[in-house]
């Protein structure tokens, strides 16, 4: 199932993704160190703007949670964001908004009009090993669902890149 973004992407209007979950402080920031992770191996810094955000409000100001932190760090990933709030704003700011779980999705649509030109999509909609599914919540469980959710994040990440690539306008 291939993704067509909105427009061309070039230096001088960077492709903005903003990745969205509950708390803001387990998955999306995950998907945005990752998602930006691949931007800077591939050397393509300079056509992405990337954020996260969440629907809640419940650790708006905090560092993205320790394990996942952690977790990351295993992988080479730093994640460096700071909780916030998703804000009606990003449907201006935003090319295309990812949401984690269907739950997620459902709270972004209720707030969405129908005159933005952001694209609302599930992150797994870029995962060939679980088309559309939730990425799971791993805040009250265990490691293993830390590294189950980096490994989903990261499979959807390349895949989100390898299907942005080609709209990539090289002056
Ligand atoms: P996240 O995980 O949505 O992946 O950041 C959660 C973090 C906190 C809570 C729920 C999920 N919470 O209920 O506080």
Redesign the pocket.
């Known amino acids: 199932m291939n993704f067509h973004p909105n427009r061309t992407i070039t230096r001088e209007e960077p492709y903005s993704i903003c990745f969205v979950?509950?708390?803001?402080?387990?998955?999306?920031?995950t998907a945005e160190g990752i998602f930006q992770h691949k931007v800077k191996e591939r050397g393509l810094e300079s056509y992405f703007y990337i954020d996260s955000a969440?629907t809640?409000a419940?650790?708006v100001g905090e560092k993205a949670?320790s394990t996942s932190r952690s977790v990351a760090k295993s992988h080479g990933v730093s994640l460096l964001s700071r909780a916030r709030q998703f804000i009606l704003d990003d449907f201006l700011e935003f090319d295309l908004i990812l949401a984690?779980d269907s739950s997620n999705y459902a709270n972004i649509m209720k707030l969405k009009s129908s005159t933005t030109a952001a694209q609302l999509k599930m992150m797994r909609m870029f995962d060939p090993q679980g088309y559309n599914e939730d990425v799971p919540?791993?805040?009250y469980g265990g490691i293993n669902g830390f590294e189950d959710v980096f490994s989903i994040l990261e499979r959807s990440s390349e895949e989100l890149l390898n299907q942005l690539s080609p709209h990539i306008f090289n002056e």
Do not use: Q, V
């Not at 979950?21 to 920031?29: A, E, F, M, T, V």
């Open positions: 979950c509950l708390g803001n402080i387990c998955r999306s920031p969440g809640g419940y650790h949670n984690m919540d791993p805040y």
